[in-house]
C-alpha cells in the first residue's frame, strides 16, 4: 500500500484529478489541503507557491498505471509534481476496503 502525494497549482485542479483517479478506481480515496504555502528552489531563487496538496491512499502496484493515465489526462498540461510515500502498517478492514475498491492487477 502507498499514500500518493500530489501537489497542483488550485484546488479546482486537485478536484478533477481526485475525482478523476477515484472514477478510474486507482486510488481508495483523497484529502485535499488547499491553500498550502510552499518554497522552491528555482533557478537558483527561493519562490514561495501557494498549492493544493492532495493525499491518497491505493496499492503500490498501481503508480505506474496512475502516472500513465494521469499523463493522458493531463495531456499538454504540466504533469503535476506526484510521488509515492510507503505505508507500512494499517489496520486489516483498511488494507482489504482498498484492495477490494481498486483496480485489480
Known amino acids: 500500500m502507498m499514500a500518493l502525494h500530489i501537489e497542483t497549482p488550485n ?3 486537485a478536484l478533477e484529478i481526485g475525482t478523476f483517479l477515484l472514477k478510474e478506481k486507482l486510488i481508495y480515496d483523497v ?3 488547499n491553500g498550502v504555502k510552499s518554497l522552491h528552489l528555482i533557478d537558483g531563487n527561493i519562490t514561495e507557491k ?3 496538496v ?3 491512499k491505493t496499492k503500490s502496484t498501481l503508480y505506474s ?3 500513465n493515465r494521469l499523463r493522458n489526462f493531463m495531456g499538454h498540461n504540466e504533469m503535476p509534481l506526484m510521488y509515492s510515500m510507503p505505508i ?3 489496520p486489516i478492514e483498511q488494507l482489504d476496503a482498498i484492495r477490494s475498491e481498486t483496480e485489480k492487477i
Do not use: D, H, K, S
Open 50 to 52: 501557494q498549492e493544493t
Open 88 to 90: 507500512i502498517q494499517m
Open 11 to 13: 484546488y479546482n485542479l
Open 31 to 33: 484529502n485535499f489541503f
Open 65 to 67: 498505471v496512475i502516472e
Open 54 to 56: 492532495m493525499i491518497a
